[in-house]
C-alpha cells in the first residue's frame, strides 16, 4: 500500500475524457443490494481502488459481479444473500450504507466499522440515528457495527437531520426504499450524487419525491428491480484537470465535463484567472494565469469540502494571499505542512487557512499524500515544482481517480509510480 508516485516539472496539452463519479458509484454499488435481479453499470471507474474494494464486498455478500469491460459490470444475485460483511481487508467508509442496505432487505446487518479518509470529526452518530429512526437496533460487537430491524421490517418515518449529512441523507433514502410506510428526510444535502442515487433507484421501481432542500420523500415499496445506468460523470476529476491546466499553462479539451455541478467553484476560479470555455459536451481550457482566491466550502450548490485542496494547489501558484475556510470538516489542512515541504507559505489561524503563493518558489520534495483530495493536490503542485517531487502513500490517489498517472501522461506530464 507504500506506493509512491514520482511527478516532474510537465505542461499539459491535449484530451482527456472524465471518468463516472467515485462519489455516485460507490453508493450505487451499495444500492444493488436492494435486488437480486442484474443491475448494469455503464461508465463505471473500473481501475478505482474503492470500487474494487466494493465490488470484494458485494462479493462476499454473495453477489455475483462481472467487468464486462473497463467501463461496464454487472451486479446480481448469485447465492444467498449474507447479511453480515465479514471483511479482513481495508475498510471504506460505505460501509455505513451496506448496514442500511442490509437491514432494509434481510431485517438486519452487521459490517466493519467503516475506513476511508479521516477528514475531522467523521463519527457515524448520524447514521446510527437514521436506522434507530426507522425502528433498528444499534449496537457494536468489537470491530463490527450491528444492526437489527422490527419483526416487520424498517418502518417509515420522519427524519430531521442536524446538519446536511451527504452519508445520513444517502442511508436514509436507500433503508426508506424498502422500508414500510413513507420516510421524510427533513434538511437533506441534495447534491449531485444524491440526485443520481435517486434516480438510480427510481430506474429500478423506488417512489421518491424530492422538495428541494426541505426535505426527500420515499414510499417504502416491497421490492425493487434490476436495471441499466449511466453513473454521472465526477465532479472532483473534472475540477482537478481543470486546475492542473491553468497552474501548467496547459490547453486543454476535457471531455463529459459536468458543467453544471461546478457552477459555483467555475465563478470563483474565472475571477482568479482561469480562462475556459464551453464546448458541445466538454470544456475548453486555453490559458490564463493563477490569482488569488478566497473561498469557503459549504453544502451544495456551494464549493464542495474536496475541492479545497485542489483550490490550494491553485493557490499556490498565485502571486499574493488565499484564504480559505471549511466549514464542513474544520481544520482539513493536513496537506498545507505537506505543500510547505515545497516551499508553500501558509498560515493556520483558527479554521481560516492563508496561502502565501508564488509558483517561482514551488520546489520538489519528499511529501506524502495524507488522503486522496491532498494527494491529488501534491500531484498538482509537482507538475509546477522546479525539481522532482515524490508523493509516499499516492495510492491513496487512486482511490478516487481512475487512471490518474496514464490520463496525465497522455497530456505529457512526466509521471511515473516508484519500483
Not at 256 to 261: G, K, Q, R, T
Not at 288 to 312: F, K
Not at 327 to 354: C, T, V, W
Request: aromatic share 6%.
Amino acid at each position: 500500500m507504500n506506493k509512491g508516485l514520482i511527478v516532474k516539472k510537465s505542461s499539459l496539452e491535449g484530451v482527456i475524457e472524465v471518468s463516472g463519479a467515485k462519489n455516485s458509484v460507490l453508493k450505487l454499488l451499495t444500492a444493488s443490494i436492494l435486488s437480486d435481479d442484474k443491475i448494469i453499470l455503464n461508465n463505471y471507474p473500473s481501475s478505482l481502488l474503492d470500487a474494487r474494494i466494493h465490488i470484494g464486498m458485494l462479493e462476499k455478500l454473495g453477489k455475483s459481479c462481472k467487468l464486462l469491460d473497463a467501463t461496464t459490470v454487472t451486479i446480481e444475485g448469485a447465492n444467498r444473500l449474507s447479511n453480515r460483511l465479514e471483511w479482513d481487508d481495508r475498510s471504506i467508509r460505505n460501509t455505513l450504507l451496506i448496514l442500511g442496505a442490509l437491514t432494509a432487505r434481510t431485517g438486519a446487518g452487521a459490517v466493519p466499522l467503516p475506513g476511508g479518509c479521516q477528514l475531522g470529526d467523521r463519527t457515524f452518530d448520524l447514521h446510527e440515528m437514521v436506522l434507530r429512526s426507522m425502528g433498528a437496533e444499534i449496537w457494536q460487537e468489537g470491530n463490527m457495527l450491528c444492526a437489527k430491524a422490527p419483526s416487520g421490517g424498517l418502518l417509515g418515518a420522519e427524519i430531521h437531520l442536524p446538519i446536511r449529512s451527504t452519508g445520513a441523507t444517502e442511508n436514509a433514502i436507500i433503508s426508506g426504499s424498502l422500508a414500510k410506510g413513507t420516510t421524510r428526510i427533513w434538511n437533506p444535502h441534495i447534491r449531485p450524487e444524491i440526485i443520481d442515487l435517486i434516480n438510480f433507484l427510481q430506474t429500478m421501481g423506488a417512489k421518491i419525491r424530492m422538495f428541494g432542500q426541505e426535505h426527500i420523500e420515499v414510499t417504502g415499496v416491497e421490492g425493487l428491480h434490476g436495471t441499466r445506468y449511466t453513473v454521472m460523470p465526477d465532479n472532483m476529476e473534472a475540477i482537478t484537470w481543470l486546475v492542473a491546466s491553468v497552474m501548467t499553462g496547459g490547453d486543454l479539451e476535457i471531455k463529459n465535463f459536468p458543467y453544471a455541478d461546478l457552477e459555483v467553484a467555475m465563478i470563483h476560479l474565472r475571477e482568479s484567472g482561469a480562462k475556459f470555455y464551453r464546448g458541445e459536451g466538454s470544456l475548453i481550457v486555453r490559458g490564463g494565469r493563477c490569482y488569488p482566491l478566497e473561498i469557503s466550502t459549504g453544502p451544495h450548490p456551494g464549493i464542495n469540502s474536496d475541492v479545497q485542496p485542489i483550490l490550494a494547489a491553485y493557490a499556490a501558484c498565485a502571486q499574493g494571499e488565499s484564504r480559505i475556510i471549511d466549514l464542513r470538516f474544520p481544520g482539513r489542512y493536513g496537506y498545507a505542512e505537506e505543500m510547505a515541504k515545497m516551499g508553500l507559505g501558509y498560515e493556520i489561524k483558527g479554521n481560516l487557512l492563508k496561502v502565501h503563493g508564488n509558483q517561482g518558489s514551488i520546489i520538489g520534495a519528499h511529501v506524502k499524500a495524507l488522503d486522496l483530495r491532498a494527494g491529488a493536490a501534491l500531484a498538482l503542485c509537482g507538475l509546477v515544482a522546479e525539481g522532482e517531487t515524490v508523493i509516499e502513500d499516492a495510492w491513496q490517489i487512486a482511490r478516487g481517480y481512475a487512471d490518474f498517472d496514464k490520463k496525465l501522461k497522455s497530456l505529457g506530464a512526466d509521471i511515473k509510480w516508484m519500483g
